[in-house]
């Protein structure tokens, strides 16, 4: 129910669903998700291998392959119909007003061009601008992400730089058009734990800075718990939690959620030694028609009526909603394992 | 530094281990000299697990090296049970020592079958016959979890927890009293990691073995280590007992690292490490500490001279800021 009072959300999603044509059939990848990213607000999309997390966001930039089927009720960025749009229209909002932030900065720069063409490649093709003050920006913006010699970098080419200065550099390119929304994806993962949280700050300073939306994937929970504003639990094409980081983390109601807190030690809360929880089983195989619940092949609180459709849940007053057939994710007379 | 008692061998013993490479910059660069390991003396205990953390480029994987015989150290010796090991040895070495890798997708030879994989070792120091190796395939996969029927299979019928389970399966048939894990349970999602975490922790118990857990994820090296040791630009700056240096860090480097753990704890934000520039080019270290560049509390005696260990109770530090002198001749370079 939209709230009057509240501004349109940047991003919507209703229904999105995406489908691959595989040898067997069709794999099922992402089915019916949907989400809301309002002005200046986080959402981390966390989930496992094979969940679906990076598919859903190269659907949203429009980059999937040819082959990949992709459908939505409804997806706007800023009130422009996303699922429609023309080749043109995406091409004139990516790099532009939404832009992407990829896991590898090595295979993601191009080794060929200087740091100075590639940054201000974007800029150079969305505005009016001349060479000069293009590359001022650049330098601008990399002094910005906290690279020293900001000037004497445009001329290097992507080898020459560390990890963690190349996952600066991809963060300056993705803001030379200073984009209303940013999708960063397992933008930490490759990098040491020094300069992740280096790296983390920034993008949530800038992000403040900027106003800017920003959907960050990934599957390291601690990285969520402190980047989140909203966070969406991703299992096997679903969203089977969202809600706040607060809401989620502090009172999860999917088993699967519950499951991943207990899987990962916690200092300071988890024993030095002692057994962590485990998820057993594998992920399901989505190709082929895919009913009930997704997660019931290894969930703790299985009963019979997870093979059937199961009900969207709604647990406080917030945003917090959860996929179970148990009202509050745990069957009968079961208890909550911390 | 010892983690045994005066009267007890140590399983594992580094004594004063360096490792220098020549290393070309550009085309016609000139060689220059990277110590990659810069004077390393640990002491490990039967059934420790030692934890190995640092940034990339610190060392840790070249230490490694070493004690997999995979690399000759230029200087210093590695003892196992007290015995001196010569790296040109290394079949007595991969007897007693054993490695787990990061990634079970690239560790493991994709057209050989699971048991060609595990009994490969047995093959390998000429140990049974087929049948014999065959029963203690057979048995191994069921000490890590996995069932007899997939020893027909190949890797890639496998999922990234089984194949990991495959590599220690590997790693544990020659009864190796030592195992290096590098960093293994990075490739692994949330779910399979703790699983195997778990199995890291029977496999120590019911056998004694003792690992050296190289890690860059500090929340499980504090789950499953029993001592660990931080090391930065080849040296270890620090190495105590898990709850000393959890509870009390003492070095401006370690008490950065932790800081940069991000725990699932909303609304605390992401924290200020205040390591405020990149790590340091290896081949032209920072005089004085290494660290000091990066230290928020560098004094002017860390730009010019270099700290040396200094005991505490439980290990050692290598900082000015506990004394850090000179105070007996080291075999350093």
Sequence with gaps: MPDPLLPEPLLTVRGLTIDIPVGGGTLHAVRGIDFDVNRGETL?????????????????????????????ARMEFDGIDLTGANKRTMRALRGDRMSMIFQEPMTSLNPAY????????????????????????????????????????LGQYPHQLSGGLRQRVMIAMALMCEPELIIADEPTTALDVTIQAQILRLLVE??????????????????????????????????????????????????YTRGLLRCIPQPGKTERGARLGTIPGIVPSLVGKVSGCPFRTRCDQVVDACRQDVPHRHPGA???????VHENGLRAGGEVVT | MTATSKAETPVLELRGVTKTYSVKQGLFGTAKPLTAVNDVSLSLGRGQVLGL?????????????????????????????????????????????QPIFQDPYSSLNPRKSIEDIVSLPLLVHDVGDSASRSKAVREILDIVGLPARVMQTYPSQMSGGQRQRVAIARALIMKPEIVICDEPTSALDVSVQSQILNLLGDLRAEFGLTYLFISHDLAVVEHLATRVAVMYLGRIVEETQVADLFDTPRHPYTQALLKSVLTPDPGQGV??????????????????????PRCPVAMDKC??????????????????????????PTKSA
């Excluded at chain 1, 917030?318 to 179970?324: I, M, N, S, T």
């Design chain 1, 44 to 72: 981390c999309i966390v989930g496992e291998s094979g969940s679906g997390k990076s598919l859903t966001s190269l659907a949203l930039m429009g980059l999937l392959g040819g082959r990949i089927d992709r459908r939505a």
């Design chain 1, 318 to 324: 917030g945003e917090h909603a959860f996929r179970c």
């Design chain 2, 53 to 97: 953390v640092g940034e990339s480029g610190c060392g840790k994987s070249t230490l490694a090296k070493i004690l997999l015989g995979l690399e000759a150290p230029t200087q210093g010796e590695v003892r196992v049970d007290g015995e001196r090991i010569d790296a040109a040895d290394r079949r007595k070495l991969a007897r007693r020592i």
């Design chain 2, 271 to 292: 924290p200020d490490t205040e390591l405020g520039m990149e790590y340091p080019n290896p081949i032209a270290p920072p005089p004085g500490c290494h660290f000091h």
């Design chain 2, 303 to 328: 730009r010019t001279d270099r700290p040396y260990p200094v005991a505490t109770p439980d290990g050692h530090v290598e900082c000015h800021l506990f004394g850090g002198e000179q105070t007996q």
């Design chain 1, 114 to 153: 200087s740091i100075g063409d590639q940054l201000t490649e974007a800029l150079l093709l969305h505005r009016d601008i001349s060479r000069d003050a293009a590359r001022a920006r650049a330098v601008e913006l990399l002094e910005k992400v906290g690279i020293t010699a900001a000037a004497s970098r």
């Design chain 1, 206 to 255: 800038l992000g403040r800075e900027m106003n800017m939306a920003m959907i960050l994937i990934t599957h390291d929970l601690g990285v969520v718990a402190r980047v989140a504003d909203k966070v969406a639990v991703m299992y096997a094409g679903e969203l089977v939690e969202t809600g706040s980081a607060d809401e989620v983390f502090n009172a999860p109601m999917h088993p």
